[in-house]
Each structure stands twice: as C-alpha cells, then as structure tokens.
Nanobody
Framework: QVQLVESGGGLVQPGGSLRLSCAASGSRLDYYAIGWFRQAPGKEREGVSCIHIGDSSTYYVDSVKGRFTISRDKIKNTVYLQMNSLKPEDTALYYC????????????????WGQGTQVTVSS
C-alpha cells in the first residue's frame, strides 16, 4: 500500500507561511484523492483541503480559503499544502491521507495516513 510521509511543519509567527509536503511511496498518487487534515490537542480531526488527481479539482474548508493552496507534483509523487497568512488557530498536527474514492471531509473517508507534521503559530 501507499506510504505517506509529511514534512515542512515548524514554529512560525502569525502572518507567516509554511509549505507542507506529503511524499508518497509504494504507489503513484495518480490513483488517489489526497486530503490534508489537522488535529489540535483535545479536538477532533478536521479536513482542511483535498485534491482529485483525475481532474485536479480542489476543495478547502472555509477557514483556510484564500490562505492555503493544495497542489501536486506528479514527477516527485508529492502533494503540497502551501499555507500563508497563518493564524494561531491553525496550530495543529497536520496529516495527509489518501483514498481510492472521492474526496471527503471525514477521517473515515480515507484509507492511508501519514504520521503527521506539527505546525505551531505563535508570537
């Protein structure tokens, strides 16, 4: 099965930017829809963004629209989440995940998950 490794997280000041990477191995991402999720301590995991490989359709939760951009590099078999204008409420552990079906907003819609990368937005 596909293996996913997230990277790019870190500590950033409000208004700053980070680019998260989701590198896949074992299978080409062409076969999947890829989503980004995040989870803060004590809170449920929420869907942030998702991309369909077939038609490159993208989706974003309202709270990140205009600030986050999901994209794919087919050659590198990697999906990115560019995060701009970061806010303290963006602080969370960010995961990428894949599904052989269509994009969904719930964790149970996805089959494979990475280990997560921590994003902390603070002054």
């Amino acid at each position: 099965q596909v293996q996913l490794v997230e990277s790019g997280g870190g500590l950033v000041q409000p208004g700053g930017s980070l680019r998260l990477s989701c590198a896949a191995s074992g299978s080409r991402l062409d076969y999947y829809a890829i989503g980004w999720f995040r989870q803060a301590p004590g809170k449920e995991r929420e869907g942030v963004s998702c991309i369909h490989i077939g038609d490159s359709s993208t989706y974003y939760v309202d709270s990140v629209k205009g600030r986050f951009t999901i994209s794919r590099d087919k050659i590198k078999n990697t999906v990115y989440l560019q995060m701009n204008s970061l806010k303290p409420e963006d602080t969370a552990l960010y995961y990428c995940a894949t599904t052989v079906y269509r994009c969904g907003w719930f964790s149970n819609d996805f089959e494979s998950w990475g280990q997560g990368t921590q994003v902390t937005v603070s002054s």
